[in-house]
């Protein structure tokens, strides 16, 4: 039996061409003032998704709509990190624990260098070990790189905790 998976997660919002009132750009669980927001269900951050993907695939556990349906209204402007939190119980509660992740947001804004910290903290605190962040730009080319939305792509590897 194995004692260590890894999961991908990948997860991608569009900008939201009509911003509802008050709602902020949220990524890594960090709200990014007077940018335009990501379209979504939930808060949409991409980041924390792709985060809780990857380990809910370690896990073998599904996916995040399995768990958090965005046919759900409860879920309706969920805080992602909440969700990762949540994801971090159902892959605690399955035997195993996350030895880390890594991630790469995709766009061309915003800039994240003078957020990665905070960003960081808020990710490794929900998911229950390091998260790590780094960010790329498209170059302009297709529609991340026409700035019509956000991607991230996410690795995580869990050991086992318990005995199954």
């Given at each position: ?74 879920f309706s402007g969920a805080n992602s990190i909440e969700l990762l939190r949540g ?78």
């Amino acid at each position: 039996m194995t004692d260590q998976r890894v999961g991908l997660g990948v997860d991608v919002h569009p900008f939201a061409l009509e911003p509802p009132p008050g709602r902020p750009l949220v990524l890594g669980g960090v709200t990014f003032p007077g940018e335009c927001p990501l379209e979504g269900h939930s808060d949409a951050d991409v980041i924390a998704h792709a985060v809780a993907d990857a380990m809910l695939g370690a896990a073998g556990l599904g996916d995040l709509g399995a768990h958090f349906p965005d046919t759900d209204p409860s879920f309706s402007g969920a805080n992602s990190i909440e969700l990762l939190r949540g994801v971090a119980g159902l892959v605690e509660a399955a035997g195993w624990s996350l030895a880390n992740a890594d991630c790469t947001l995709v766009g061309e804004r915003p800039k994240v260098a003078a957020h990665r910290e905070e960003m960081v903290a808020r990710l490794s605190a929900a998911a229950g070990g390091p998260v790590s962040v780094k960010a790329t730009r498209p170059e302009r080319l297709g529609s991340l790189g026409r700035v019509e939305g956000l991607a991230c792509l996410a690795v995580a590897l869990v050991t086992r905790t318990a005995a199954r």
